[in-house]
T-cell receptor, first 112, second 110 residues
Framework: SQELEQSPQSLIVQEGKNLTINCTSS?????LYWYKQKYGEGLIFLMM?????EEKSHEKITAKLDEKKQQSSLHITASQPSHAGIYLC????????????FGTGTSLTVIP | EAQVTQNPRYLITVTGKKLTVTCSQN?????MSWYRQDPGLGLRQIYY???????DKGDVPEGYKVSRKEKRNFPLILESPSPNQTSLYFC?????????FGPGTRLTVT
């Protein structure tokens, strides 16, 4: 089955600092998706990456998919308290058909 | 407003008492899915549906049933709940593979 490993599991940063979250897949991806979840609430879609080498940005958040389509990174520039929450990567792949998998998440705390 | 709704939001029940968690979306999406979220295990797919009358197992289907009689609704049925089904459940619907999630249902089985 598809496995997605996220690192780190948790992150505590001072406001204004940059940070990176990584997501590694056990199989070549069809699509890689980043979501944000506030504690105990539903997930909010951030970005979708499909092509190897693709990079997308939304406000101060940038996500990249590597050329081999097995690893993605999410980078936050000049973090703010509003960035706090759980970041999850999700994926579907040619191997899994219409199933969808998520990583275990990275909990981000931003200290004002 | 485009949304996915789930009911109830919170539920405490006893072992063996059948229950249904409803999910409805107003976006005319064909794909719908159920997930459970547990600490340390992340979000795992229970069942998904590509369209009306088409459902498939996800990674953790044991102990759950679903049905898709209408495009907008995708209820999750626990015929005989057990304590290991205590979890936070999310329904999602999808357009072009981007999933939109409901607010979650926190289920406790005692």
């Amino acid at each position: 089955s598809q496995e997605l490993e996220q690192s780190p599991q948790s992150l505590i940063v001072q406001e204004g600092k940059n940070l990176t979250i990584n997501c590694t897949s056990s199989k070549t991806l069809y699509g890689l998706y980043w979501y944000k979840q506030k504690y105990g609430e539903g997930l909010i879609f951030l970005m979708m990456l499909q092509k190897g080498g693709e990079e997308k940005s939304h406000e101060k958040i940038t996500a990249k998919l590597d050329e081999k389509k097995q690893q993605s990174s999410l980078h936050i520039t000049a973090s703010q308290p509003s960035h706090a929450g759980i970041y999850l990567c999700g994926a579907d792949s040619w191997y899994t058909g219409n199933q969808f998998y998520f990583g275990t998440g990275t909990s981000l705390t931003v200290i004002p | 407003e485009a949304q996915v709704t789930q009911n109830p939001r919170y539920l405490i029940t006893v072992t063996g008492k059948k229950l249904t968690v409803t999910c409805s979306q107003n976006m005319n999406h064909e794909y719908m899915s159920w997930y459970r979220q547990d600490p340390g295990l992340g979000l795992r797919q229970i069942y998904y549906s590509m369209n009306v009358e088409v459902t498939d197992k996800g990674d953790v289907p044991e102990g759950y049933k679903v049905s898709r009689k209408e495009k907008r609704n995708f209820p999750l049925i626990l015929e005989s709940p057990s304590p290991n089904q205590t979890s936070l459940y999310f329904c999602a619907s999808s357009l072009d593979r981007v999933q939109y999630f409901g607010p979650g249902t926190r289920l406790t089985v005692t």
